[in-house]
């Protein structure tokens, strides 16, 4: 019977630290590891520890976001962990699905925690179109000016190759020719 853990951070600037430590104490003796974001349904380490578990391992994370990008996923995976006869347990929120209490609480913090992604979600989009309104302009800045693009188109009408103005103007070939059909 392995105790097998999984620790994941959403970005390559987050540390691992905090989340091993945990699992470490608890007793995990092998511990999967990544960075991707959680919504990202192509989690390699995840895979192969899901993979990895058989019957009567236990597997054990920090906390319930860890794990999942929804309440769906989450169900999904839990209902994998129970067809393999593998435990779960989350630390932080002392979720051990072994026990009724356990899975009674696991599924209302899974809901939580997928309220709390939708709820962030319509805040950035509040906050993105606020941004609009005001001005705010997304995207990459213009590299060349009107003046610029002009001239480069008139340095391609006079002959000068494509590649050669891609270089000059530090700009992909694709980008003059996208930016000739202005």
């Known amino acids: 019977m392995a105790v097998v853990g999984y620790a994941r951070v959403s970005s390559v600037g987050q540390k691992l630290d905090v989340q091993m430590e945990k699992l470490k104490r608890y007793g995990c003796n092998k511990i ?82 997928e309220f709390e992604t939708e709820i962030r979600k319509e805040r950035q989009i509040e906050g993105i179109e606020k941004a609009k309104s005001k001005g705010v302009k997304f995207g990459a800045k213009k590299k060349l000016s009107e003046e610029k693009i002009e001239q480069m188109i008139l340095e391609r009408q006079s002959g000068i190759l494509v590649k050669d103005l891609a270089l000059k103007y530090g700009i992909s070939i694709p980008s003059v020719y996208r930016l000739m059909k202005k």
């Open 32 to 113: 999967f590891e990544e960075k991707v974001s959680g919504t990202t349904a192509n989690r390699t380490q995840l895979q192969n520890c899901l993979e990895y578990l058989r019957e009567g391992d236990s597997l054990v994370i920090a906390k319930l976001d860890r794990l999942a990008r929804s309440t769906f996923h989450l169900t999904k995976i839990v209902n994998q962990l129970e067809e393999k006869n593998v435990d779960f347990v989350v630390l932080d929120q002392k979720i051990d699905t072994t026990t009724p209490t356990g899975k009674l609480l696991f599924n209302m913090l899974a809901s939580i925690a």
